[in-house]
């Protein structure tokens, strides 16, 4: 059963910079994509970044054009996230989730939550002076 657990969360203040991690336990973790989500508090989960199984594809949301960069090592069943310019608006729990897999194929990825099947636990980012 596939698992990934995040990692690298904390508190920042705005215009700071984090790098998420989600470590990935399954054999076949090159033949999924994978998803950056985020929650705050009373809001719906957003869909911030998404990579493709071979990393050749990246999607982002507006709001984080430019500012966060989403890779992954599949030799290491890893996926970062690196954030830099952190706001406020930033905050949140963020969560990796994993869509697939697709044996053989490219897996494409898109930033809605309802193509993942596993998520992780999330990780806690504050934005604060």
């Known amino acids: 059963q596939i698992q990934l657990v995040e990692s690298g969360g904390g508190l920042v203040q705005p215009g700071g910079s984090l790098r998420l991690s989600c470590v990935v336990s399954?054999?076949?973790?090159?033949?999924?994509?994978i998803g950056w989500f985020r929650q705050a508090p009373g809001k719906e989960r957003e869909g911030v970044s998404c990579?493709?199984?071979?990393?050749?594809?990246?999607n982002y949301a507006d709001s984080t054009k430019g500012r966060f960069t989403i890779s992954r090592d599949n030799a290491k069943n890893m996926v970062y996230l690196q954030m830099n310019s952190l706001k406020p608006e930033d905050a949140g729990v963020y969560y990796c989730?994993?869509?697939?897999?697709?044996?053989?194929?490219?897996?494409?990825?898109?930033?809605?939550?309802?193509?993942?099947?596993?998520w992780g636990q999330g990780t806690q980012v504050t934005v604060s002076a």
């Open positions: 990579i493709s199984s071979s990393g050749a594809y990246t």
């Open positions: 399954e054999a076949n973790f090159e033949y999924y994509a």
């Open positions: 989730a994993a869509d697939g897999p697709q044996l053989g194929f490219q897996r494409m990825c898109r930033r809605t939550s309802y193509e993942y099947d596993a």
